[in-house]
Every structure is written in structure tokens, then in C-alpha cells.
């Protein structure tokens, strides 16, 4: 099923009246991120030990002497669908979308990813996937405690930011489960197109091509036909927070 056919005049007309809104949108979003810069701050107190390309490191190493720092936990762990030759296939297409850095370092931002896996894991998917992320790799105590525990990505993606203040460390926000879309522009040019993101939780006239969310998804090198899978499990009921679909 089509939208109603119009000519080019009628076009612009609807155009505008949804651009009045697509600005809305912006000006809330500004707003939003007004009252980000706003959020108290919290003091990090724990010790995190990390390795990274050059060996061990500390979180406020991690800065590389820049004043904020954001830190997107991404699962490279051994145990994930598709390890050891990839990681996990929802984290992977938040990679394929970081792109040259040098900009986030001119306004004295540092990111880096950080994961479980080796950095010999790490590297070679690195490699294979055409990747140029600092990645380091989280070392847990003898109680398997590291930085994933206290930062609410023990058990699901997220992404933090830190600032500093000499070697004082603070965290000043966080954002996980759709909050990340953000970092990933294949949704946002998606969502410009008439069909969408074709997942079948959108709002879309009947008879637009829908799939199951995340069914789709997959490595950006081996993209091709295949039976949908469920890579990321079932939902937990207990956890108000777990964003899987049920079955």
C-alpha cells in the first residue's frame, strides 16, 4: 500500500508543516542536552586496572591528559555469539560507525571502548573489521570485579562520561540501550527513508516490509541470506531494565 500520490506544490506544502515539527524536535533535544551539561557530578573512587596496546593502564590514564573522557563498554568478551572471530553483533555496527577522532580530541574529548576480551582478541577483530578504536581491555580483581561492575554495563552495552579535575576523576553522565542509537547514523538515515528501519515495532502504514528487531542485524562482513537468530537471548522478567524483545 502506498501514500496518497500529490503533485510537487502539495509535496513542499507537507514538507512544511513536518519540517515545523522535525524543528521541535531539535530544540527539545538542545534542551535536553542542556540539562546534561547541568547533572551534578559523582566522584570515582575505585582503583580500575585496564590493558591497553602499551600494557597496564589506570582510568585516569585513559583521558590521555585530555579533560573528558567517554567510555563505551563494548562486548569483545569470550562466550558471545560469534567469538573468537568476531564479538558481539549489536556492539559491532556501534564500531563500524566511529569515525576520525581528532575532532572529539579538538574539544578536549578522549574515547575509547573497553571490553572483556584479550587485547590479542581485540586486536585481530580489529583487524579483520577495519576498526581504528582505542580498546582496552577491563582486569578484574580476584573477585571478578572491574569497571563493567560499577558503571551499569556488567550485563548490557552503555557508554559513560567521565571528566577530570587535575587527577580527580568524576562521572557526569550515562546513556545504554536506545540512547546509544545516537552513535550509530545507519538509524538516523533509515529513519529519514519512506520504509523506515522495516522492524516491526514502528508505526508504519500497512503493508511496509517489517522484520523482527535485531533479528536482522548482523557483521558488516557477512551480510547475505540466512535464517534469523537470536543472538541476543530471552529477556530476563525480573530485570525492568533487559531491552530484549520476548520470543
Not at 2 to 19: C, G, M, S
Not at 88 to 102: R, T, Y
Not at 103 to 109: C, D, F, G, I, M
Amino acid at each position: 500500500m502506498k501514500p496518497e500520490i500529490v503533485t510537487a506544490t502539495e509535496w513542499d506544502a507537507a514538507y512544511e508543516t513536518l519540517l515545523a515539527k522535525e524543528k521541535e524536535h531539535t530544540r527539545a533535544g538542545d534542551a535536553l542536552a542542556a540539562l546534561r551539561r547541568r547533572m551534578p557530578w559523582t566522584k570515582v573512587d575505585g582503583k580500575y586496572a585496564f590493558e591497553g596496546p602499551r600494557g597496564s593502564t589506570t582510568l585516569l590514564d585513559l583521558f590521555e591528559g585530555r579533560r573528558q573522557l567517554i567510555v563505551y563498554r563494548a562486548f569483545m568478551d569470550p562466550g558471545v555469539h560469534g567469538w573468537p572471530e568476531h564479538g558481539c553483533v549489536g556492539c559491532s555496527p556501534m564500531a563500524d560507525h566511529i569515525g576520525n577522532l581528532a575532532h572529539l580530541n579538538a574539544r578536549n574529548t578522549t574515547l575509547v571502548y573497553t571490553s572483556r576480551g584479550s587485547q590479542e582478541d581485540i586486536a585481530r577483530i580489529k583487524s579483520r573489521m577495519g576498526w581504528n578504536i582505542p580498546w582496552y581491555t577491563m582486569i578484574p580483581d580476584e573477585n571478578d570485579h572491574a569497571f563493567d561492575n560499577d558503571f551499569g554495563v556488567r550485563d548490557w552495552h552503555g557508554t559513560n562520561a567521565f571528566i577530570r579535575d587535575g587527577d580527580d576523576v568524576f562521572r557526569t553522565y550515562f546513556i545504554n540501550n536506545r540512547g546509544d542509537e545516537a552513535f550509530v547514523n545507519t538509524w538516523a538515515f533509515l529513519d529519514m527513508t519512506a520504509l523506515g528501519r522495516q522492524e516491526t515495532w514502528e508505526d508504519s502504514p500497512a503493508g511496509y516490509p517489517q522484520s523482527r528487531p535485531y533479528e536482522w542485524w548482523n557483521w558488516h562482513d557477512e551480510y547475505g541470506d540466512r535464517e534469523p537468530y537470536r543472538w541476543f537471548g530471552d529477556p530476563t522478567p525480573e530485570d525492568r531494565h533487559d531491552p530484549r524483545p520476548p520470543r
